[in-house]
């Protein structure tokens, strides 16, 4: 079973392990495609992107990037392994001209990378087929946020998702695991937001005996912000986090412990592979939202592929291995083979791995690390 404790240094993976190399690209069958998308297996297009843009991270978050296992074991890839701005932003042209229509930087944590405004700039110049701005996105744990946010603001990065598990000081430096202030954070989402930032979410991974007590503060801290909460159930990504199904604290238990607190009106979806469900809270328009990959998987709507770092597209944040598309980035291959290779990853795409988890299913023992392709 996946709830299975997944700490034996064994089975930990670094960065990807011999048995976790990338697979080999579809050669053959068409292309299923509709409406200008891609169409996978199970009839979901390729609408989003995840880009990691680094390996590195200031933070060791217990659930994504444990001290105790990744400062022993940790190696991050050589410089010339990780694609570079050029190469980031031809894939996502070419996924934009087949239908992608949002690209969300991440990491590790993505304001490592330096320069990564350049990046941003260059990514704010892409246009949909029909003419349209493509959504720029980022997903950052904040801790250098205040001095950044401006200058994102004016590459042309549209959206901001900032990590933020509590608002107590001891809880959230127990959970970044590097003494690292929430007030820091903080700052950075106030400066996110007088920069111009009009769509701010903060993220809140909430596990069992930790951070429930930091539901309410969030909430009650961000009223009338306009900042929009999202508590995650916490999810057994990648190997080395420890995951127990008893740690998970469920939607239905945040919509309870909200409850005891505020009024709470159920909110329809923004649109159809939205991951939160969308919540009202209060009496006025703030609204909160609730990540329910374990106890309410959304994977038949799940629009998104991952890019790591080194170049390989992964199907799932749950995937145990990615498809090398590096190698044709470097080795002279047309744009038109690029766009084909990709179409045929997508539609051989069959992933559902929460579904699984959640039906018993036999599940891979051996997961890429969420640090790895981003959250």
């Known amino acids: ?79 010339e392994e990780l694609l570079n701005f050029e190469e980031l932003y031809r894939i996502s042209r070419i996924a934009v001209e087949h239908g992608v229509r949002k690209i969300r930087l991440t990491g590790g944590e993505p304001l490592l990378r330096k320069h990564i405004e350049d990046l941003i700039a260059k990514l704010a110049t892409l246009r949909t087929p029909d003419g349209k701005k493509v959504d720029i996105a980022m997903t950052t744990n904040g801790s250098i946020l205040a001095k950044k946010a401006q200058g994102l603001k004016d590459a042309g990065l549209d959206r901001l998702t900032v990590s933020l598990d509590a608002l107590d000081e001891k809880i959230f430096q127990e959970f970044n695991d590097v003494g690292f202030p929430a007030a820091k954070v903080l700052e950075g989402i106030h400066a996110a937001r007088e920069a111009g930032f009009e769509h701010v979410k903060v993220n809140t991974v909430v596990k069992r005996g930790i951070n429930e007590n930091q539901i309410v503060p969030l909430l009650e801290h961000f009223a009338g912000t306009g900042v929009i909460v999202r508590f995650i159930e916490y999810m057994d990504a990648g190997t080395s986090n420890g995951w127990r199904m008893n740690d998970v604290v469920p939607t239905s238990e945040v919509i309870r412990i909200v409850s005891e607190r505020f009024k709470v009106t159920p909110l329809t979806p923004n649109y159809q592979s939205e991951t939160a469900q969308r919540w009202r809270y209060g009496e006025g328009d703030d609204e909160f939202g609730c990540i329910s990959s374990v106890t309410r998987p959304f994977c038949r709507n799940c629009s998104r592929a991952r890019l790591s770092i080194e170049g390989a597209v992964y199907l799932c944040l749950f995937a145990d291995r990615g498809f090398d598309i590096r190698t044709m980035l470097r080795g002279g291959a047309s744009d038109e083979e690029i766009a084909e290779a990709l179409g045929r990853i997508w539609t051989n795409r069959s992933n559902h791995y929460s579904e699984l988890r959640m039906n018993g299913m036999p599940l891979p023992v051996k997961k890429v690390e969420m640090s790895y392709i981003g959250g």
């Not at 930990?12 to 011999?18: D, F, K, L, T, Y």
């Not at 080999?24 to 990691?52: A, F, H, Q």
């Open 1 to 79: 079973m996946a709830s299975e404790n997944l700490t034996d240094n064994s089975r930990v993976i670094p960065i990807v392990s011999e048995s976790l190399k990338a697979l080999p690209i579809p050669l053959n069958g068409g292309i299923r495609e509709k409406d200008g998308y891609w169409i996978d297996m199970l009839g979901r297009p390729l609408t989003d992107i995840r880009i990691s843009v680094t390996d590195h991270c200031n933070f060791r978050c217990r659930y994504c990037k444990p001290k105790e296992i990744w400062d022993k074991f940790d190696a991050y890839l050589p410089h």
